[in-house]
């Protein structure tokens, strides 16, 4: 099991990350909103997963709404040198805490000075579009802004998050995608709808990704997979003496070398916990069991 993965590995400036990154949704109040319960804790969630290994963080303007920017800017500043912040455009907020597109070329550029000024850099290694339903704006619309924001330098790389099959492929023809950010977890890998739209899986993209050597990031790989007491990756987690959430990033480990997960929390015992999955080596009857 790989402990690594290169994004943008074909590029002339690919990045090399560790196998877990951090993604820090959990961090601020209630529906992603507002400051955190604990500040100083959330704080010291992400210092340690640096001091930890965890060199990619997965961040948005839209997360609090720009708390976990800040935080991470107050916590990290200036970075490591082989730290890589990975944000999101393509949404934003309202008072009512609902989650709108903000996908206009005009509005993408917005979000990204944002992150710019929020997170104290001239440029973002990586750059996730975040599809929350085209409305009147097409894809290559969204993505030429995206592109356009590249050749300004003020990307490094950019991804698709959110992603149906058909929509990957499409970006595919259109430019470089180093990344995707899908939704995927041992329970629950493929489309999920729900009352307010649907997010597509990574089981969906997985091949096609793989195909074309691009990380998939899972988000919400914990949200729907932690599983009761007897089932498979319960038994499992018994055999190795680990929790079902430290099984479940292991599955997604060993699944494939180009799935990188990226566990949020807003506890430190269980950011130690999430770490500690990296270190445990399932078997092939393991993952044949599993499925």
């Known amino acids: 099991m790989p402990s690594t993965i290169t994004i943008a590995s074909n590029s002339t400036q690919p990045l090399t990350v560790n196998r877990l990154g951090y993604g820090t949704m959990r961090l601020p109040g209630p529906d992603v909103w507002g400051e955190p319960a604990n500040r100083s804790e959330a704080l010291q969630i992400l210092r340690t997963a640096v001091e930890n290994g965890v ?3 997965d961040t948005a303007d839209y997360y609090g709404e720009d708390v976990t920017n800040r935080l991470i800017r107050e916590a990290l500043y200036p970075y490591p040198a082989d730290l890589v912040i990975c944000t999101k455009v393509g949404a934003t907020r309202r008072p009512d805490k609902s989650w709108v597109p903000f996908n206009t070329p005009e509005n993408l550029r917005t979000s990204m000075e944002n992150n710019l000024r929020t997170l104290g850099q001239e440029q973002i290694q990586l750059v996730h579009l975040r599809l929350m339903g085209h ?8 993505l030429g802004a995206m592109f356009e ?5 003020k990307i490094l790389h ?3 998050s959110n992603v149906t099959r058909e929509e990957l492929e499409t970006g595919l023809q259109l430019g470089e995608i180093a990344t995707v950010e899908n939704m995927y977890g ?19 993209v997985l091949d096609l990704c793989e195909n074309h050597e691009i990380p998939l990031i899972p988000f ?3 949200l729907h997979a932690l599983p009761k007491e007897l089932n498979k990756i319960g038994e499992v987690a018994r055999r190795h003496n680990a929790t079902p959430a430290q099984i479940n990033l292991a ?3 060993h699944k494939s070398p180009w799935i990188l997960p990226i566990p949020g929390t807003s506890s430190l015992a269980h950011l130690r916990e999430n ?8 078997s092939a009857e393991d993952m044949a069991y599993l499925g």
Do not use: C, K, M
């Open 186 to 204: 041992y329970a629950q890998r493929t489309t999920l709808a729900h009352a307010h739209g649907h997010n597509p899986g990574g089981e969906e």
């Open 135 to 142: 409305g009147a704006v097409p894809l290559d619309e969204q």
């Open 149 to 153: 924001l590249q050749r300004e330098g």
């Open 55 to 57: 060199n990619f963080l």
């Open 220 to 222: 919400f790989s914990l």
């Open 158 to 160: 950019v991804g698709l």
């Open 251 to 253: 599955w997604q480990l």
């Open 275 to 282: 770490l500690a999955a990296a270190a445990i080596q399932l």
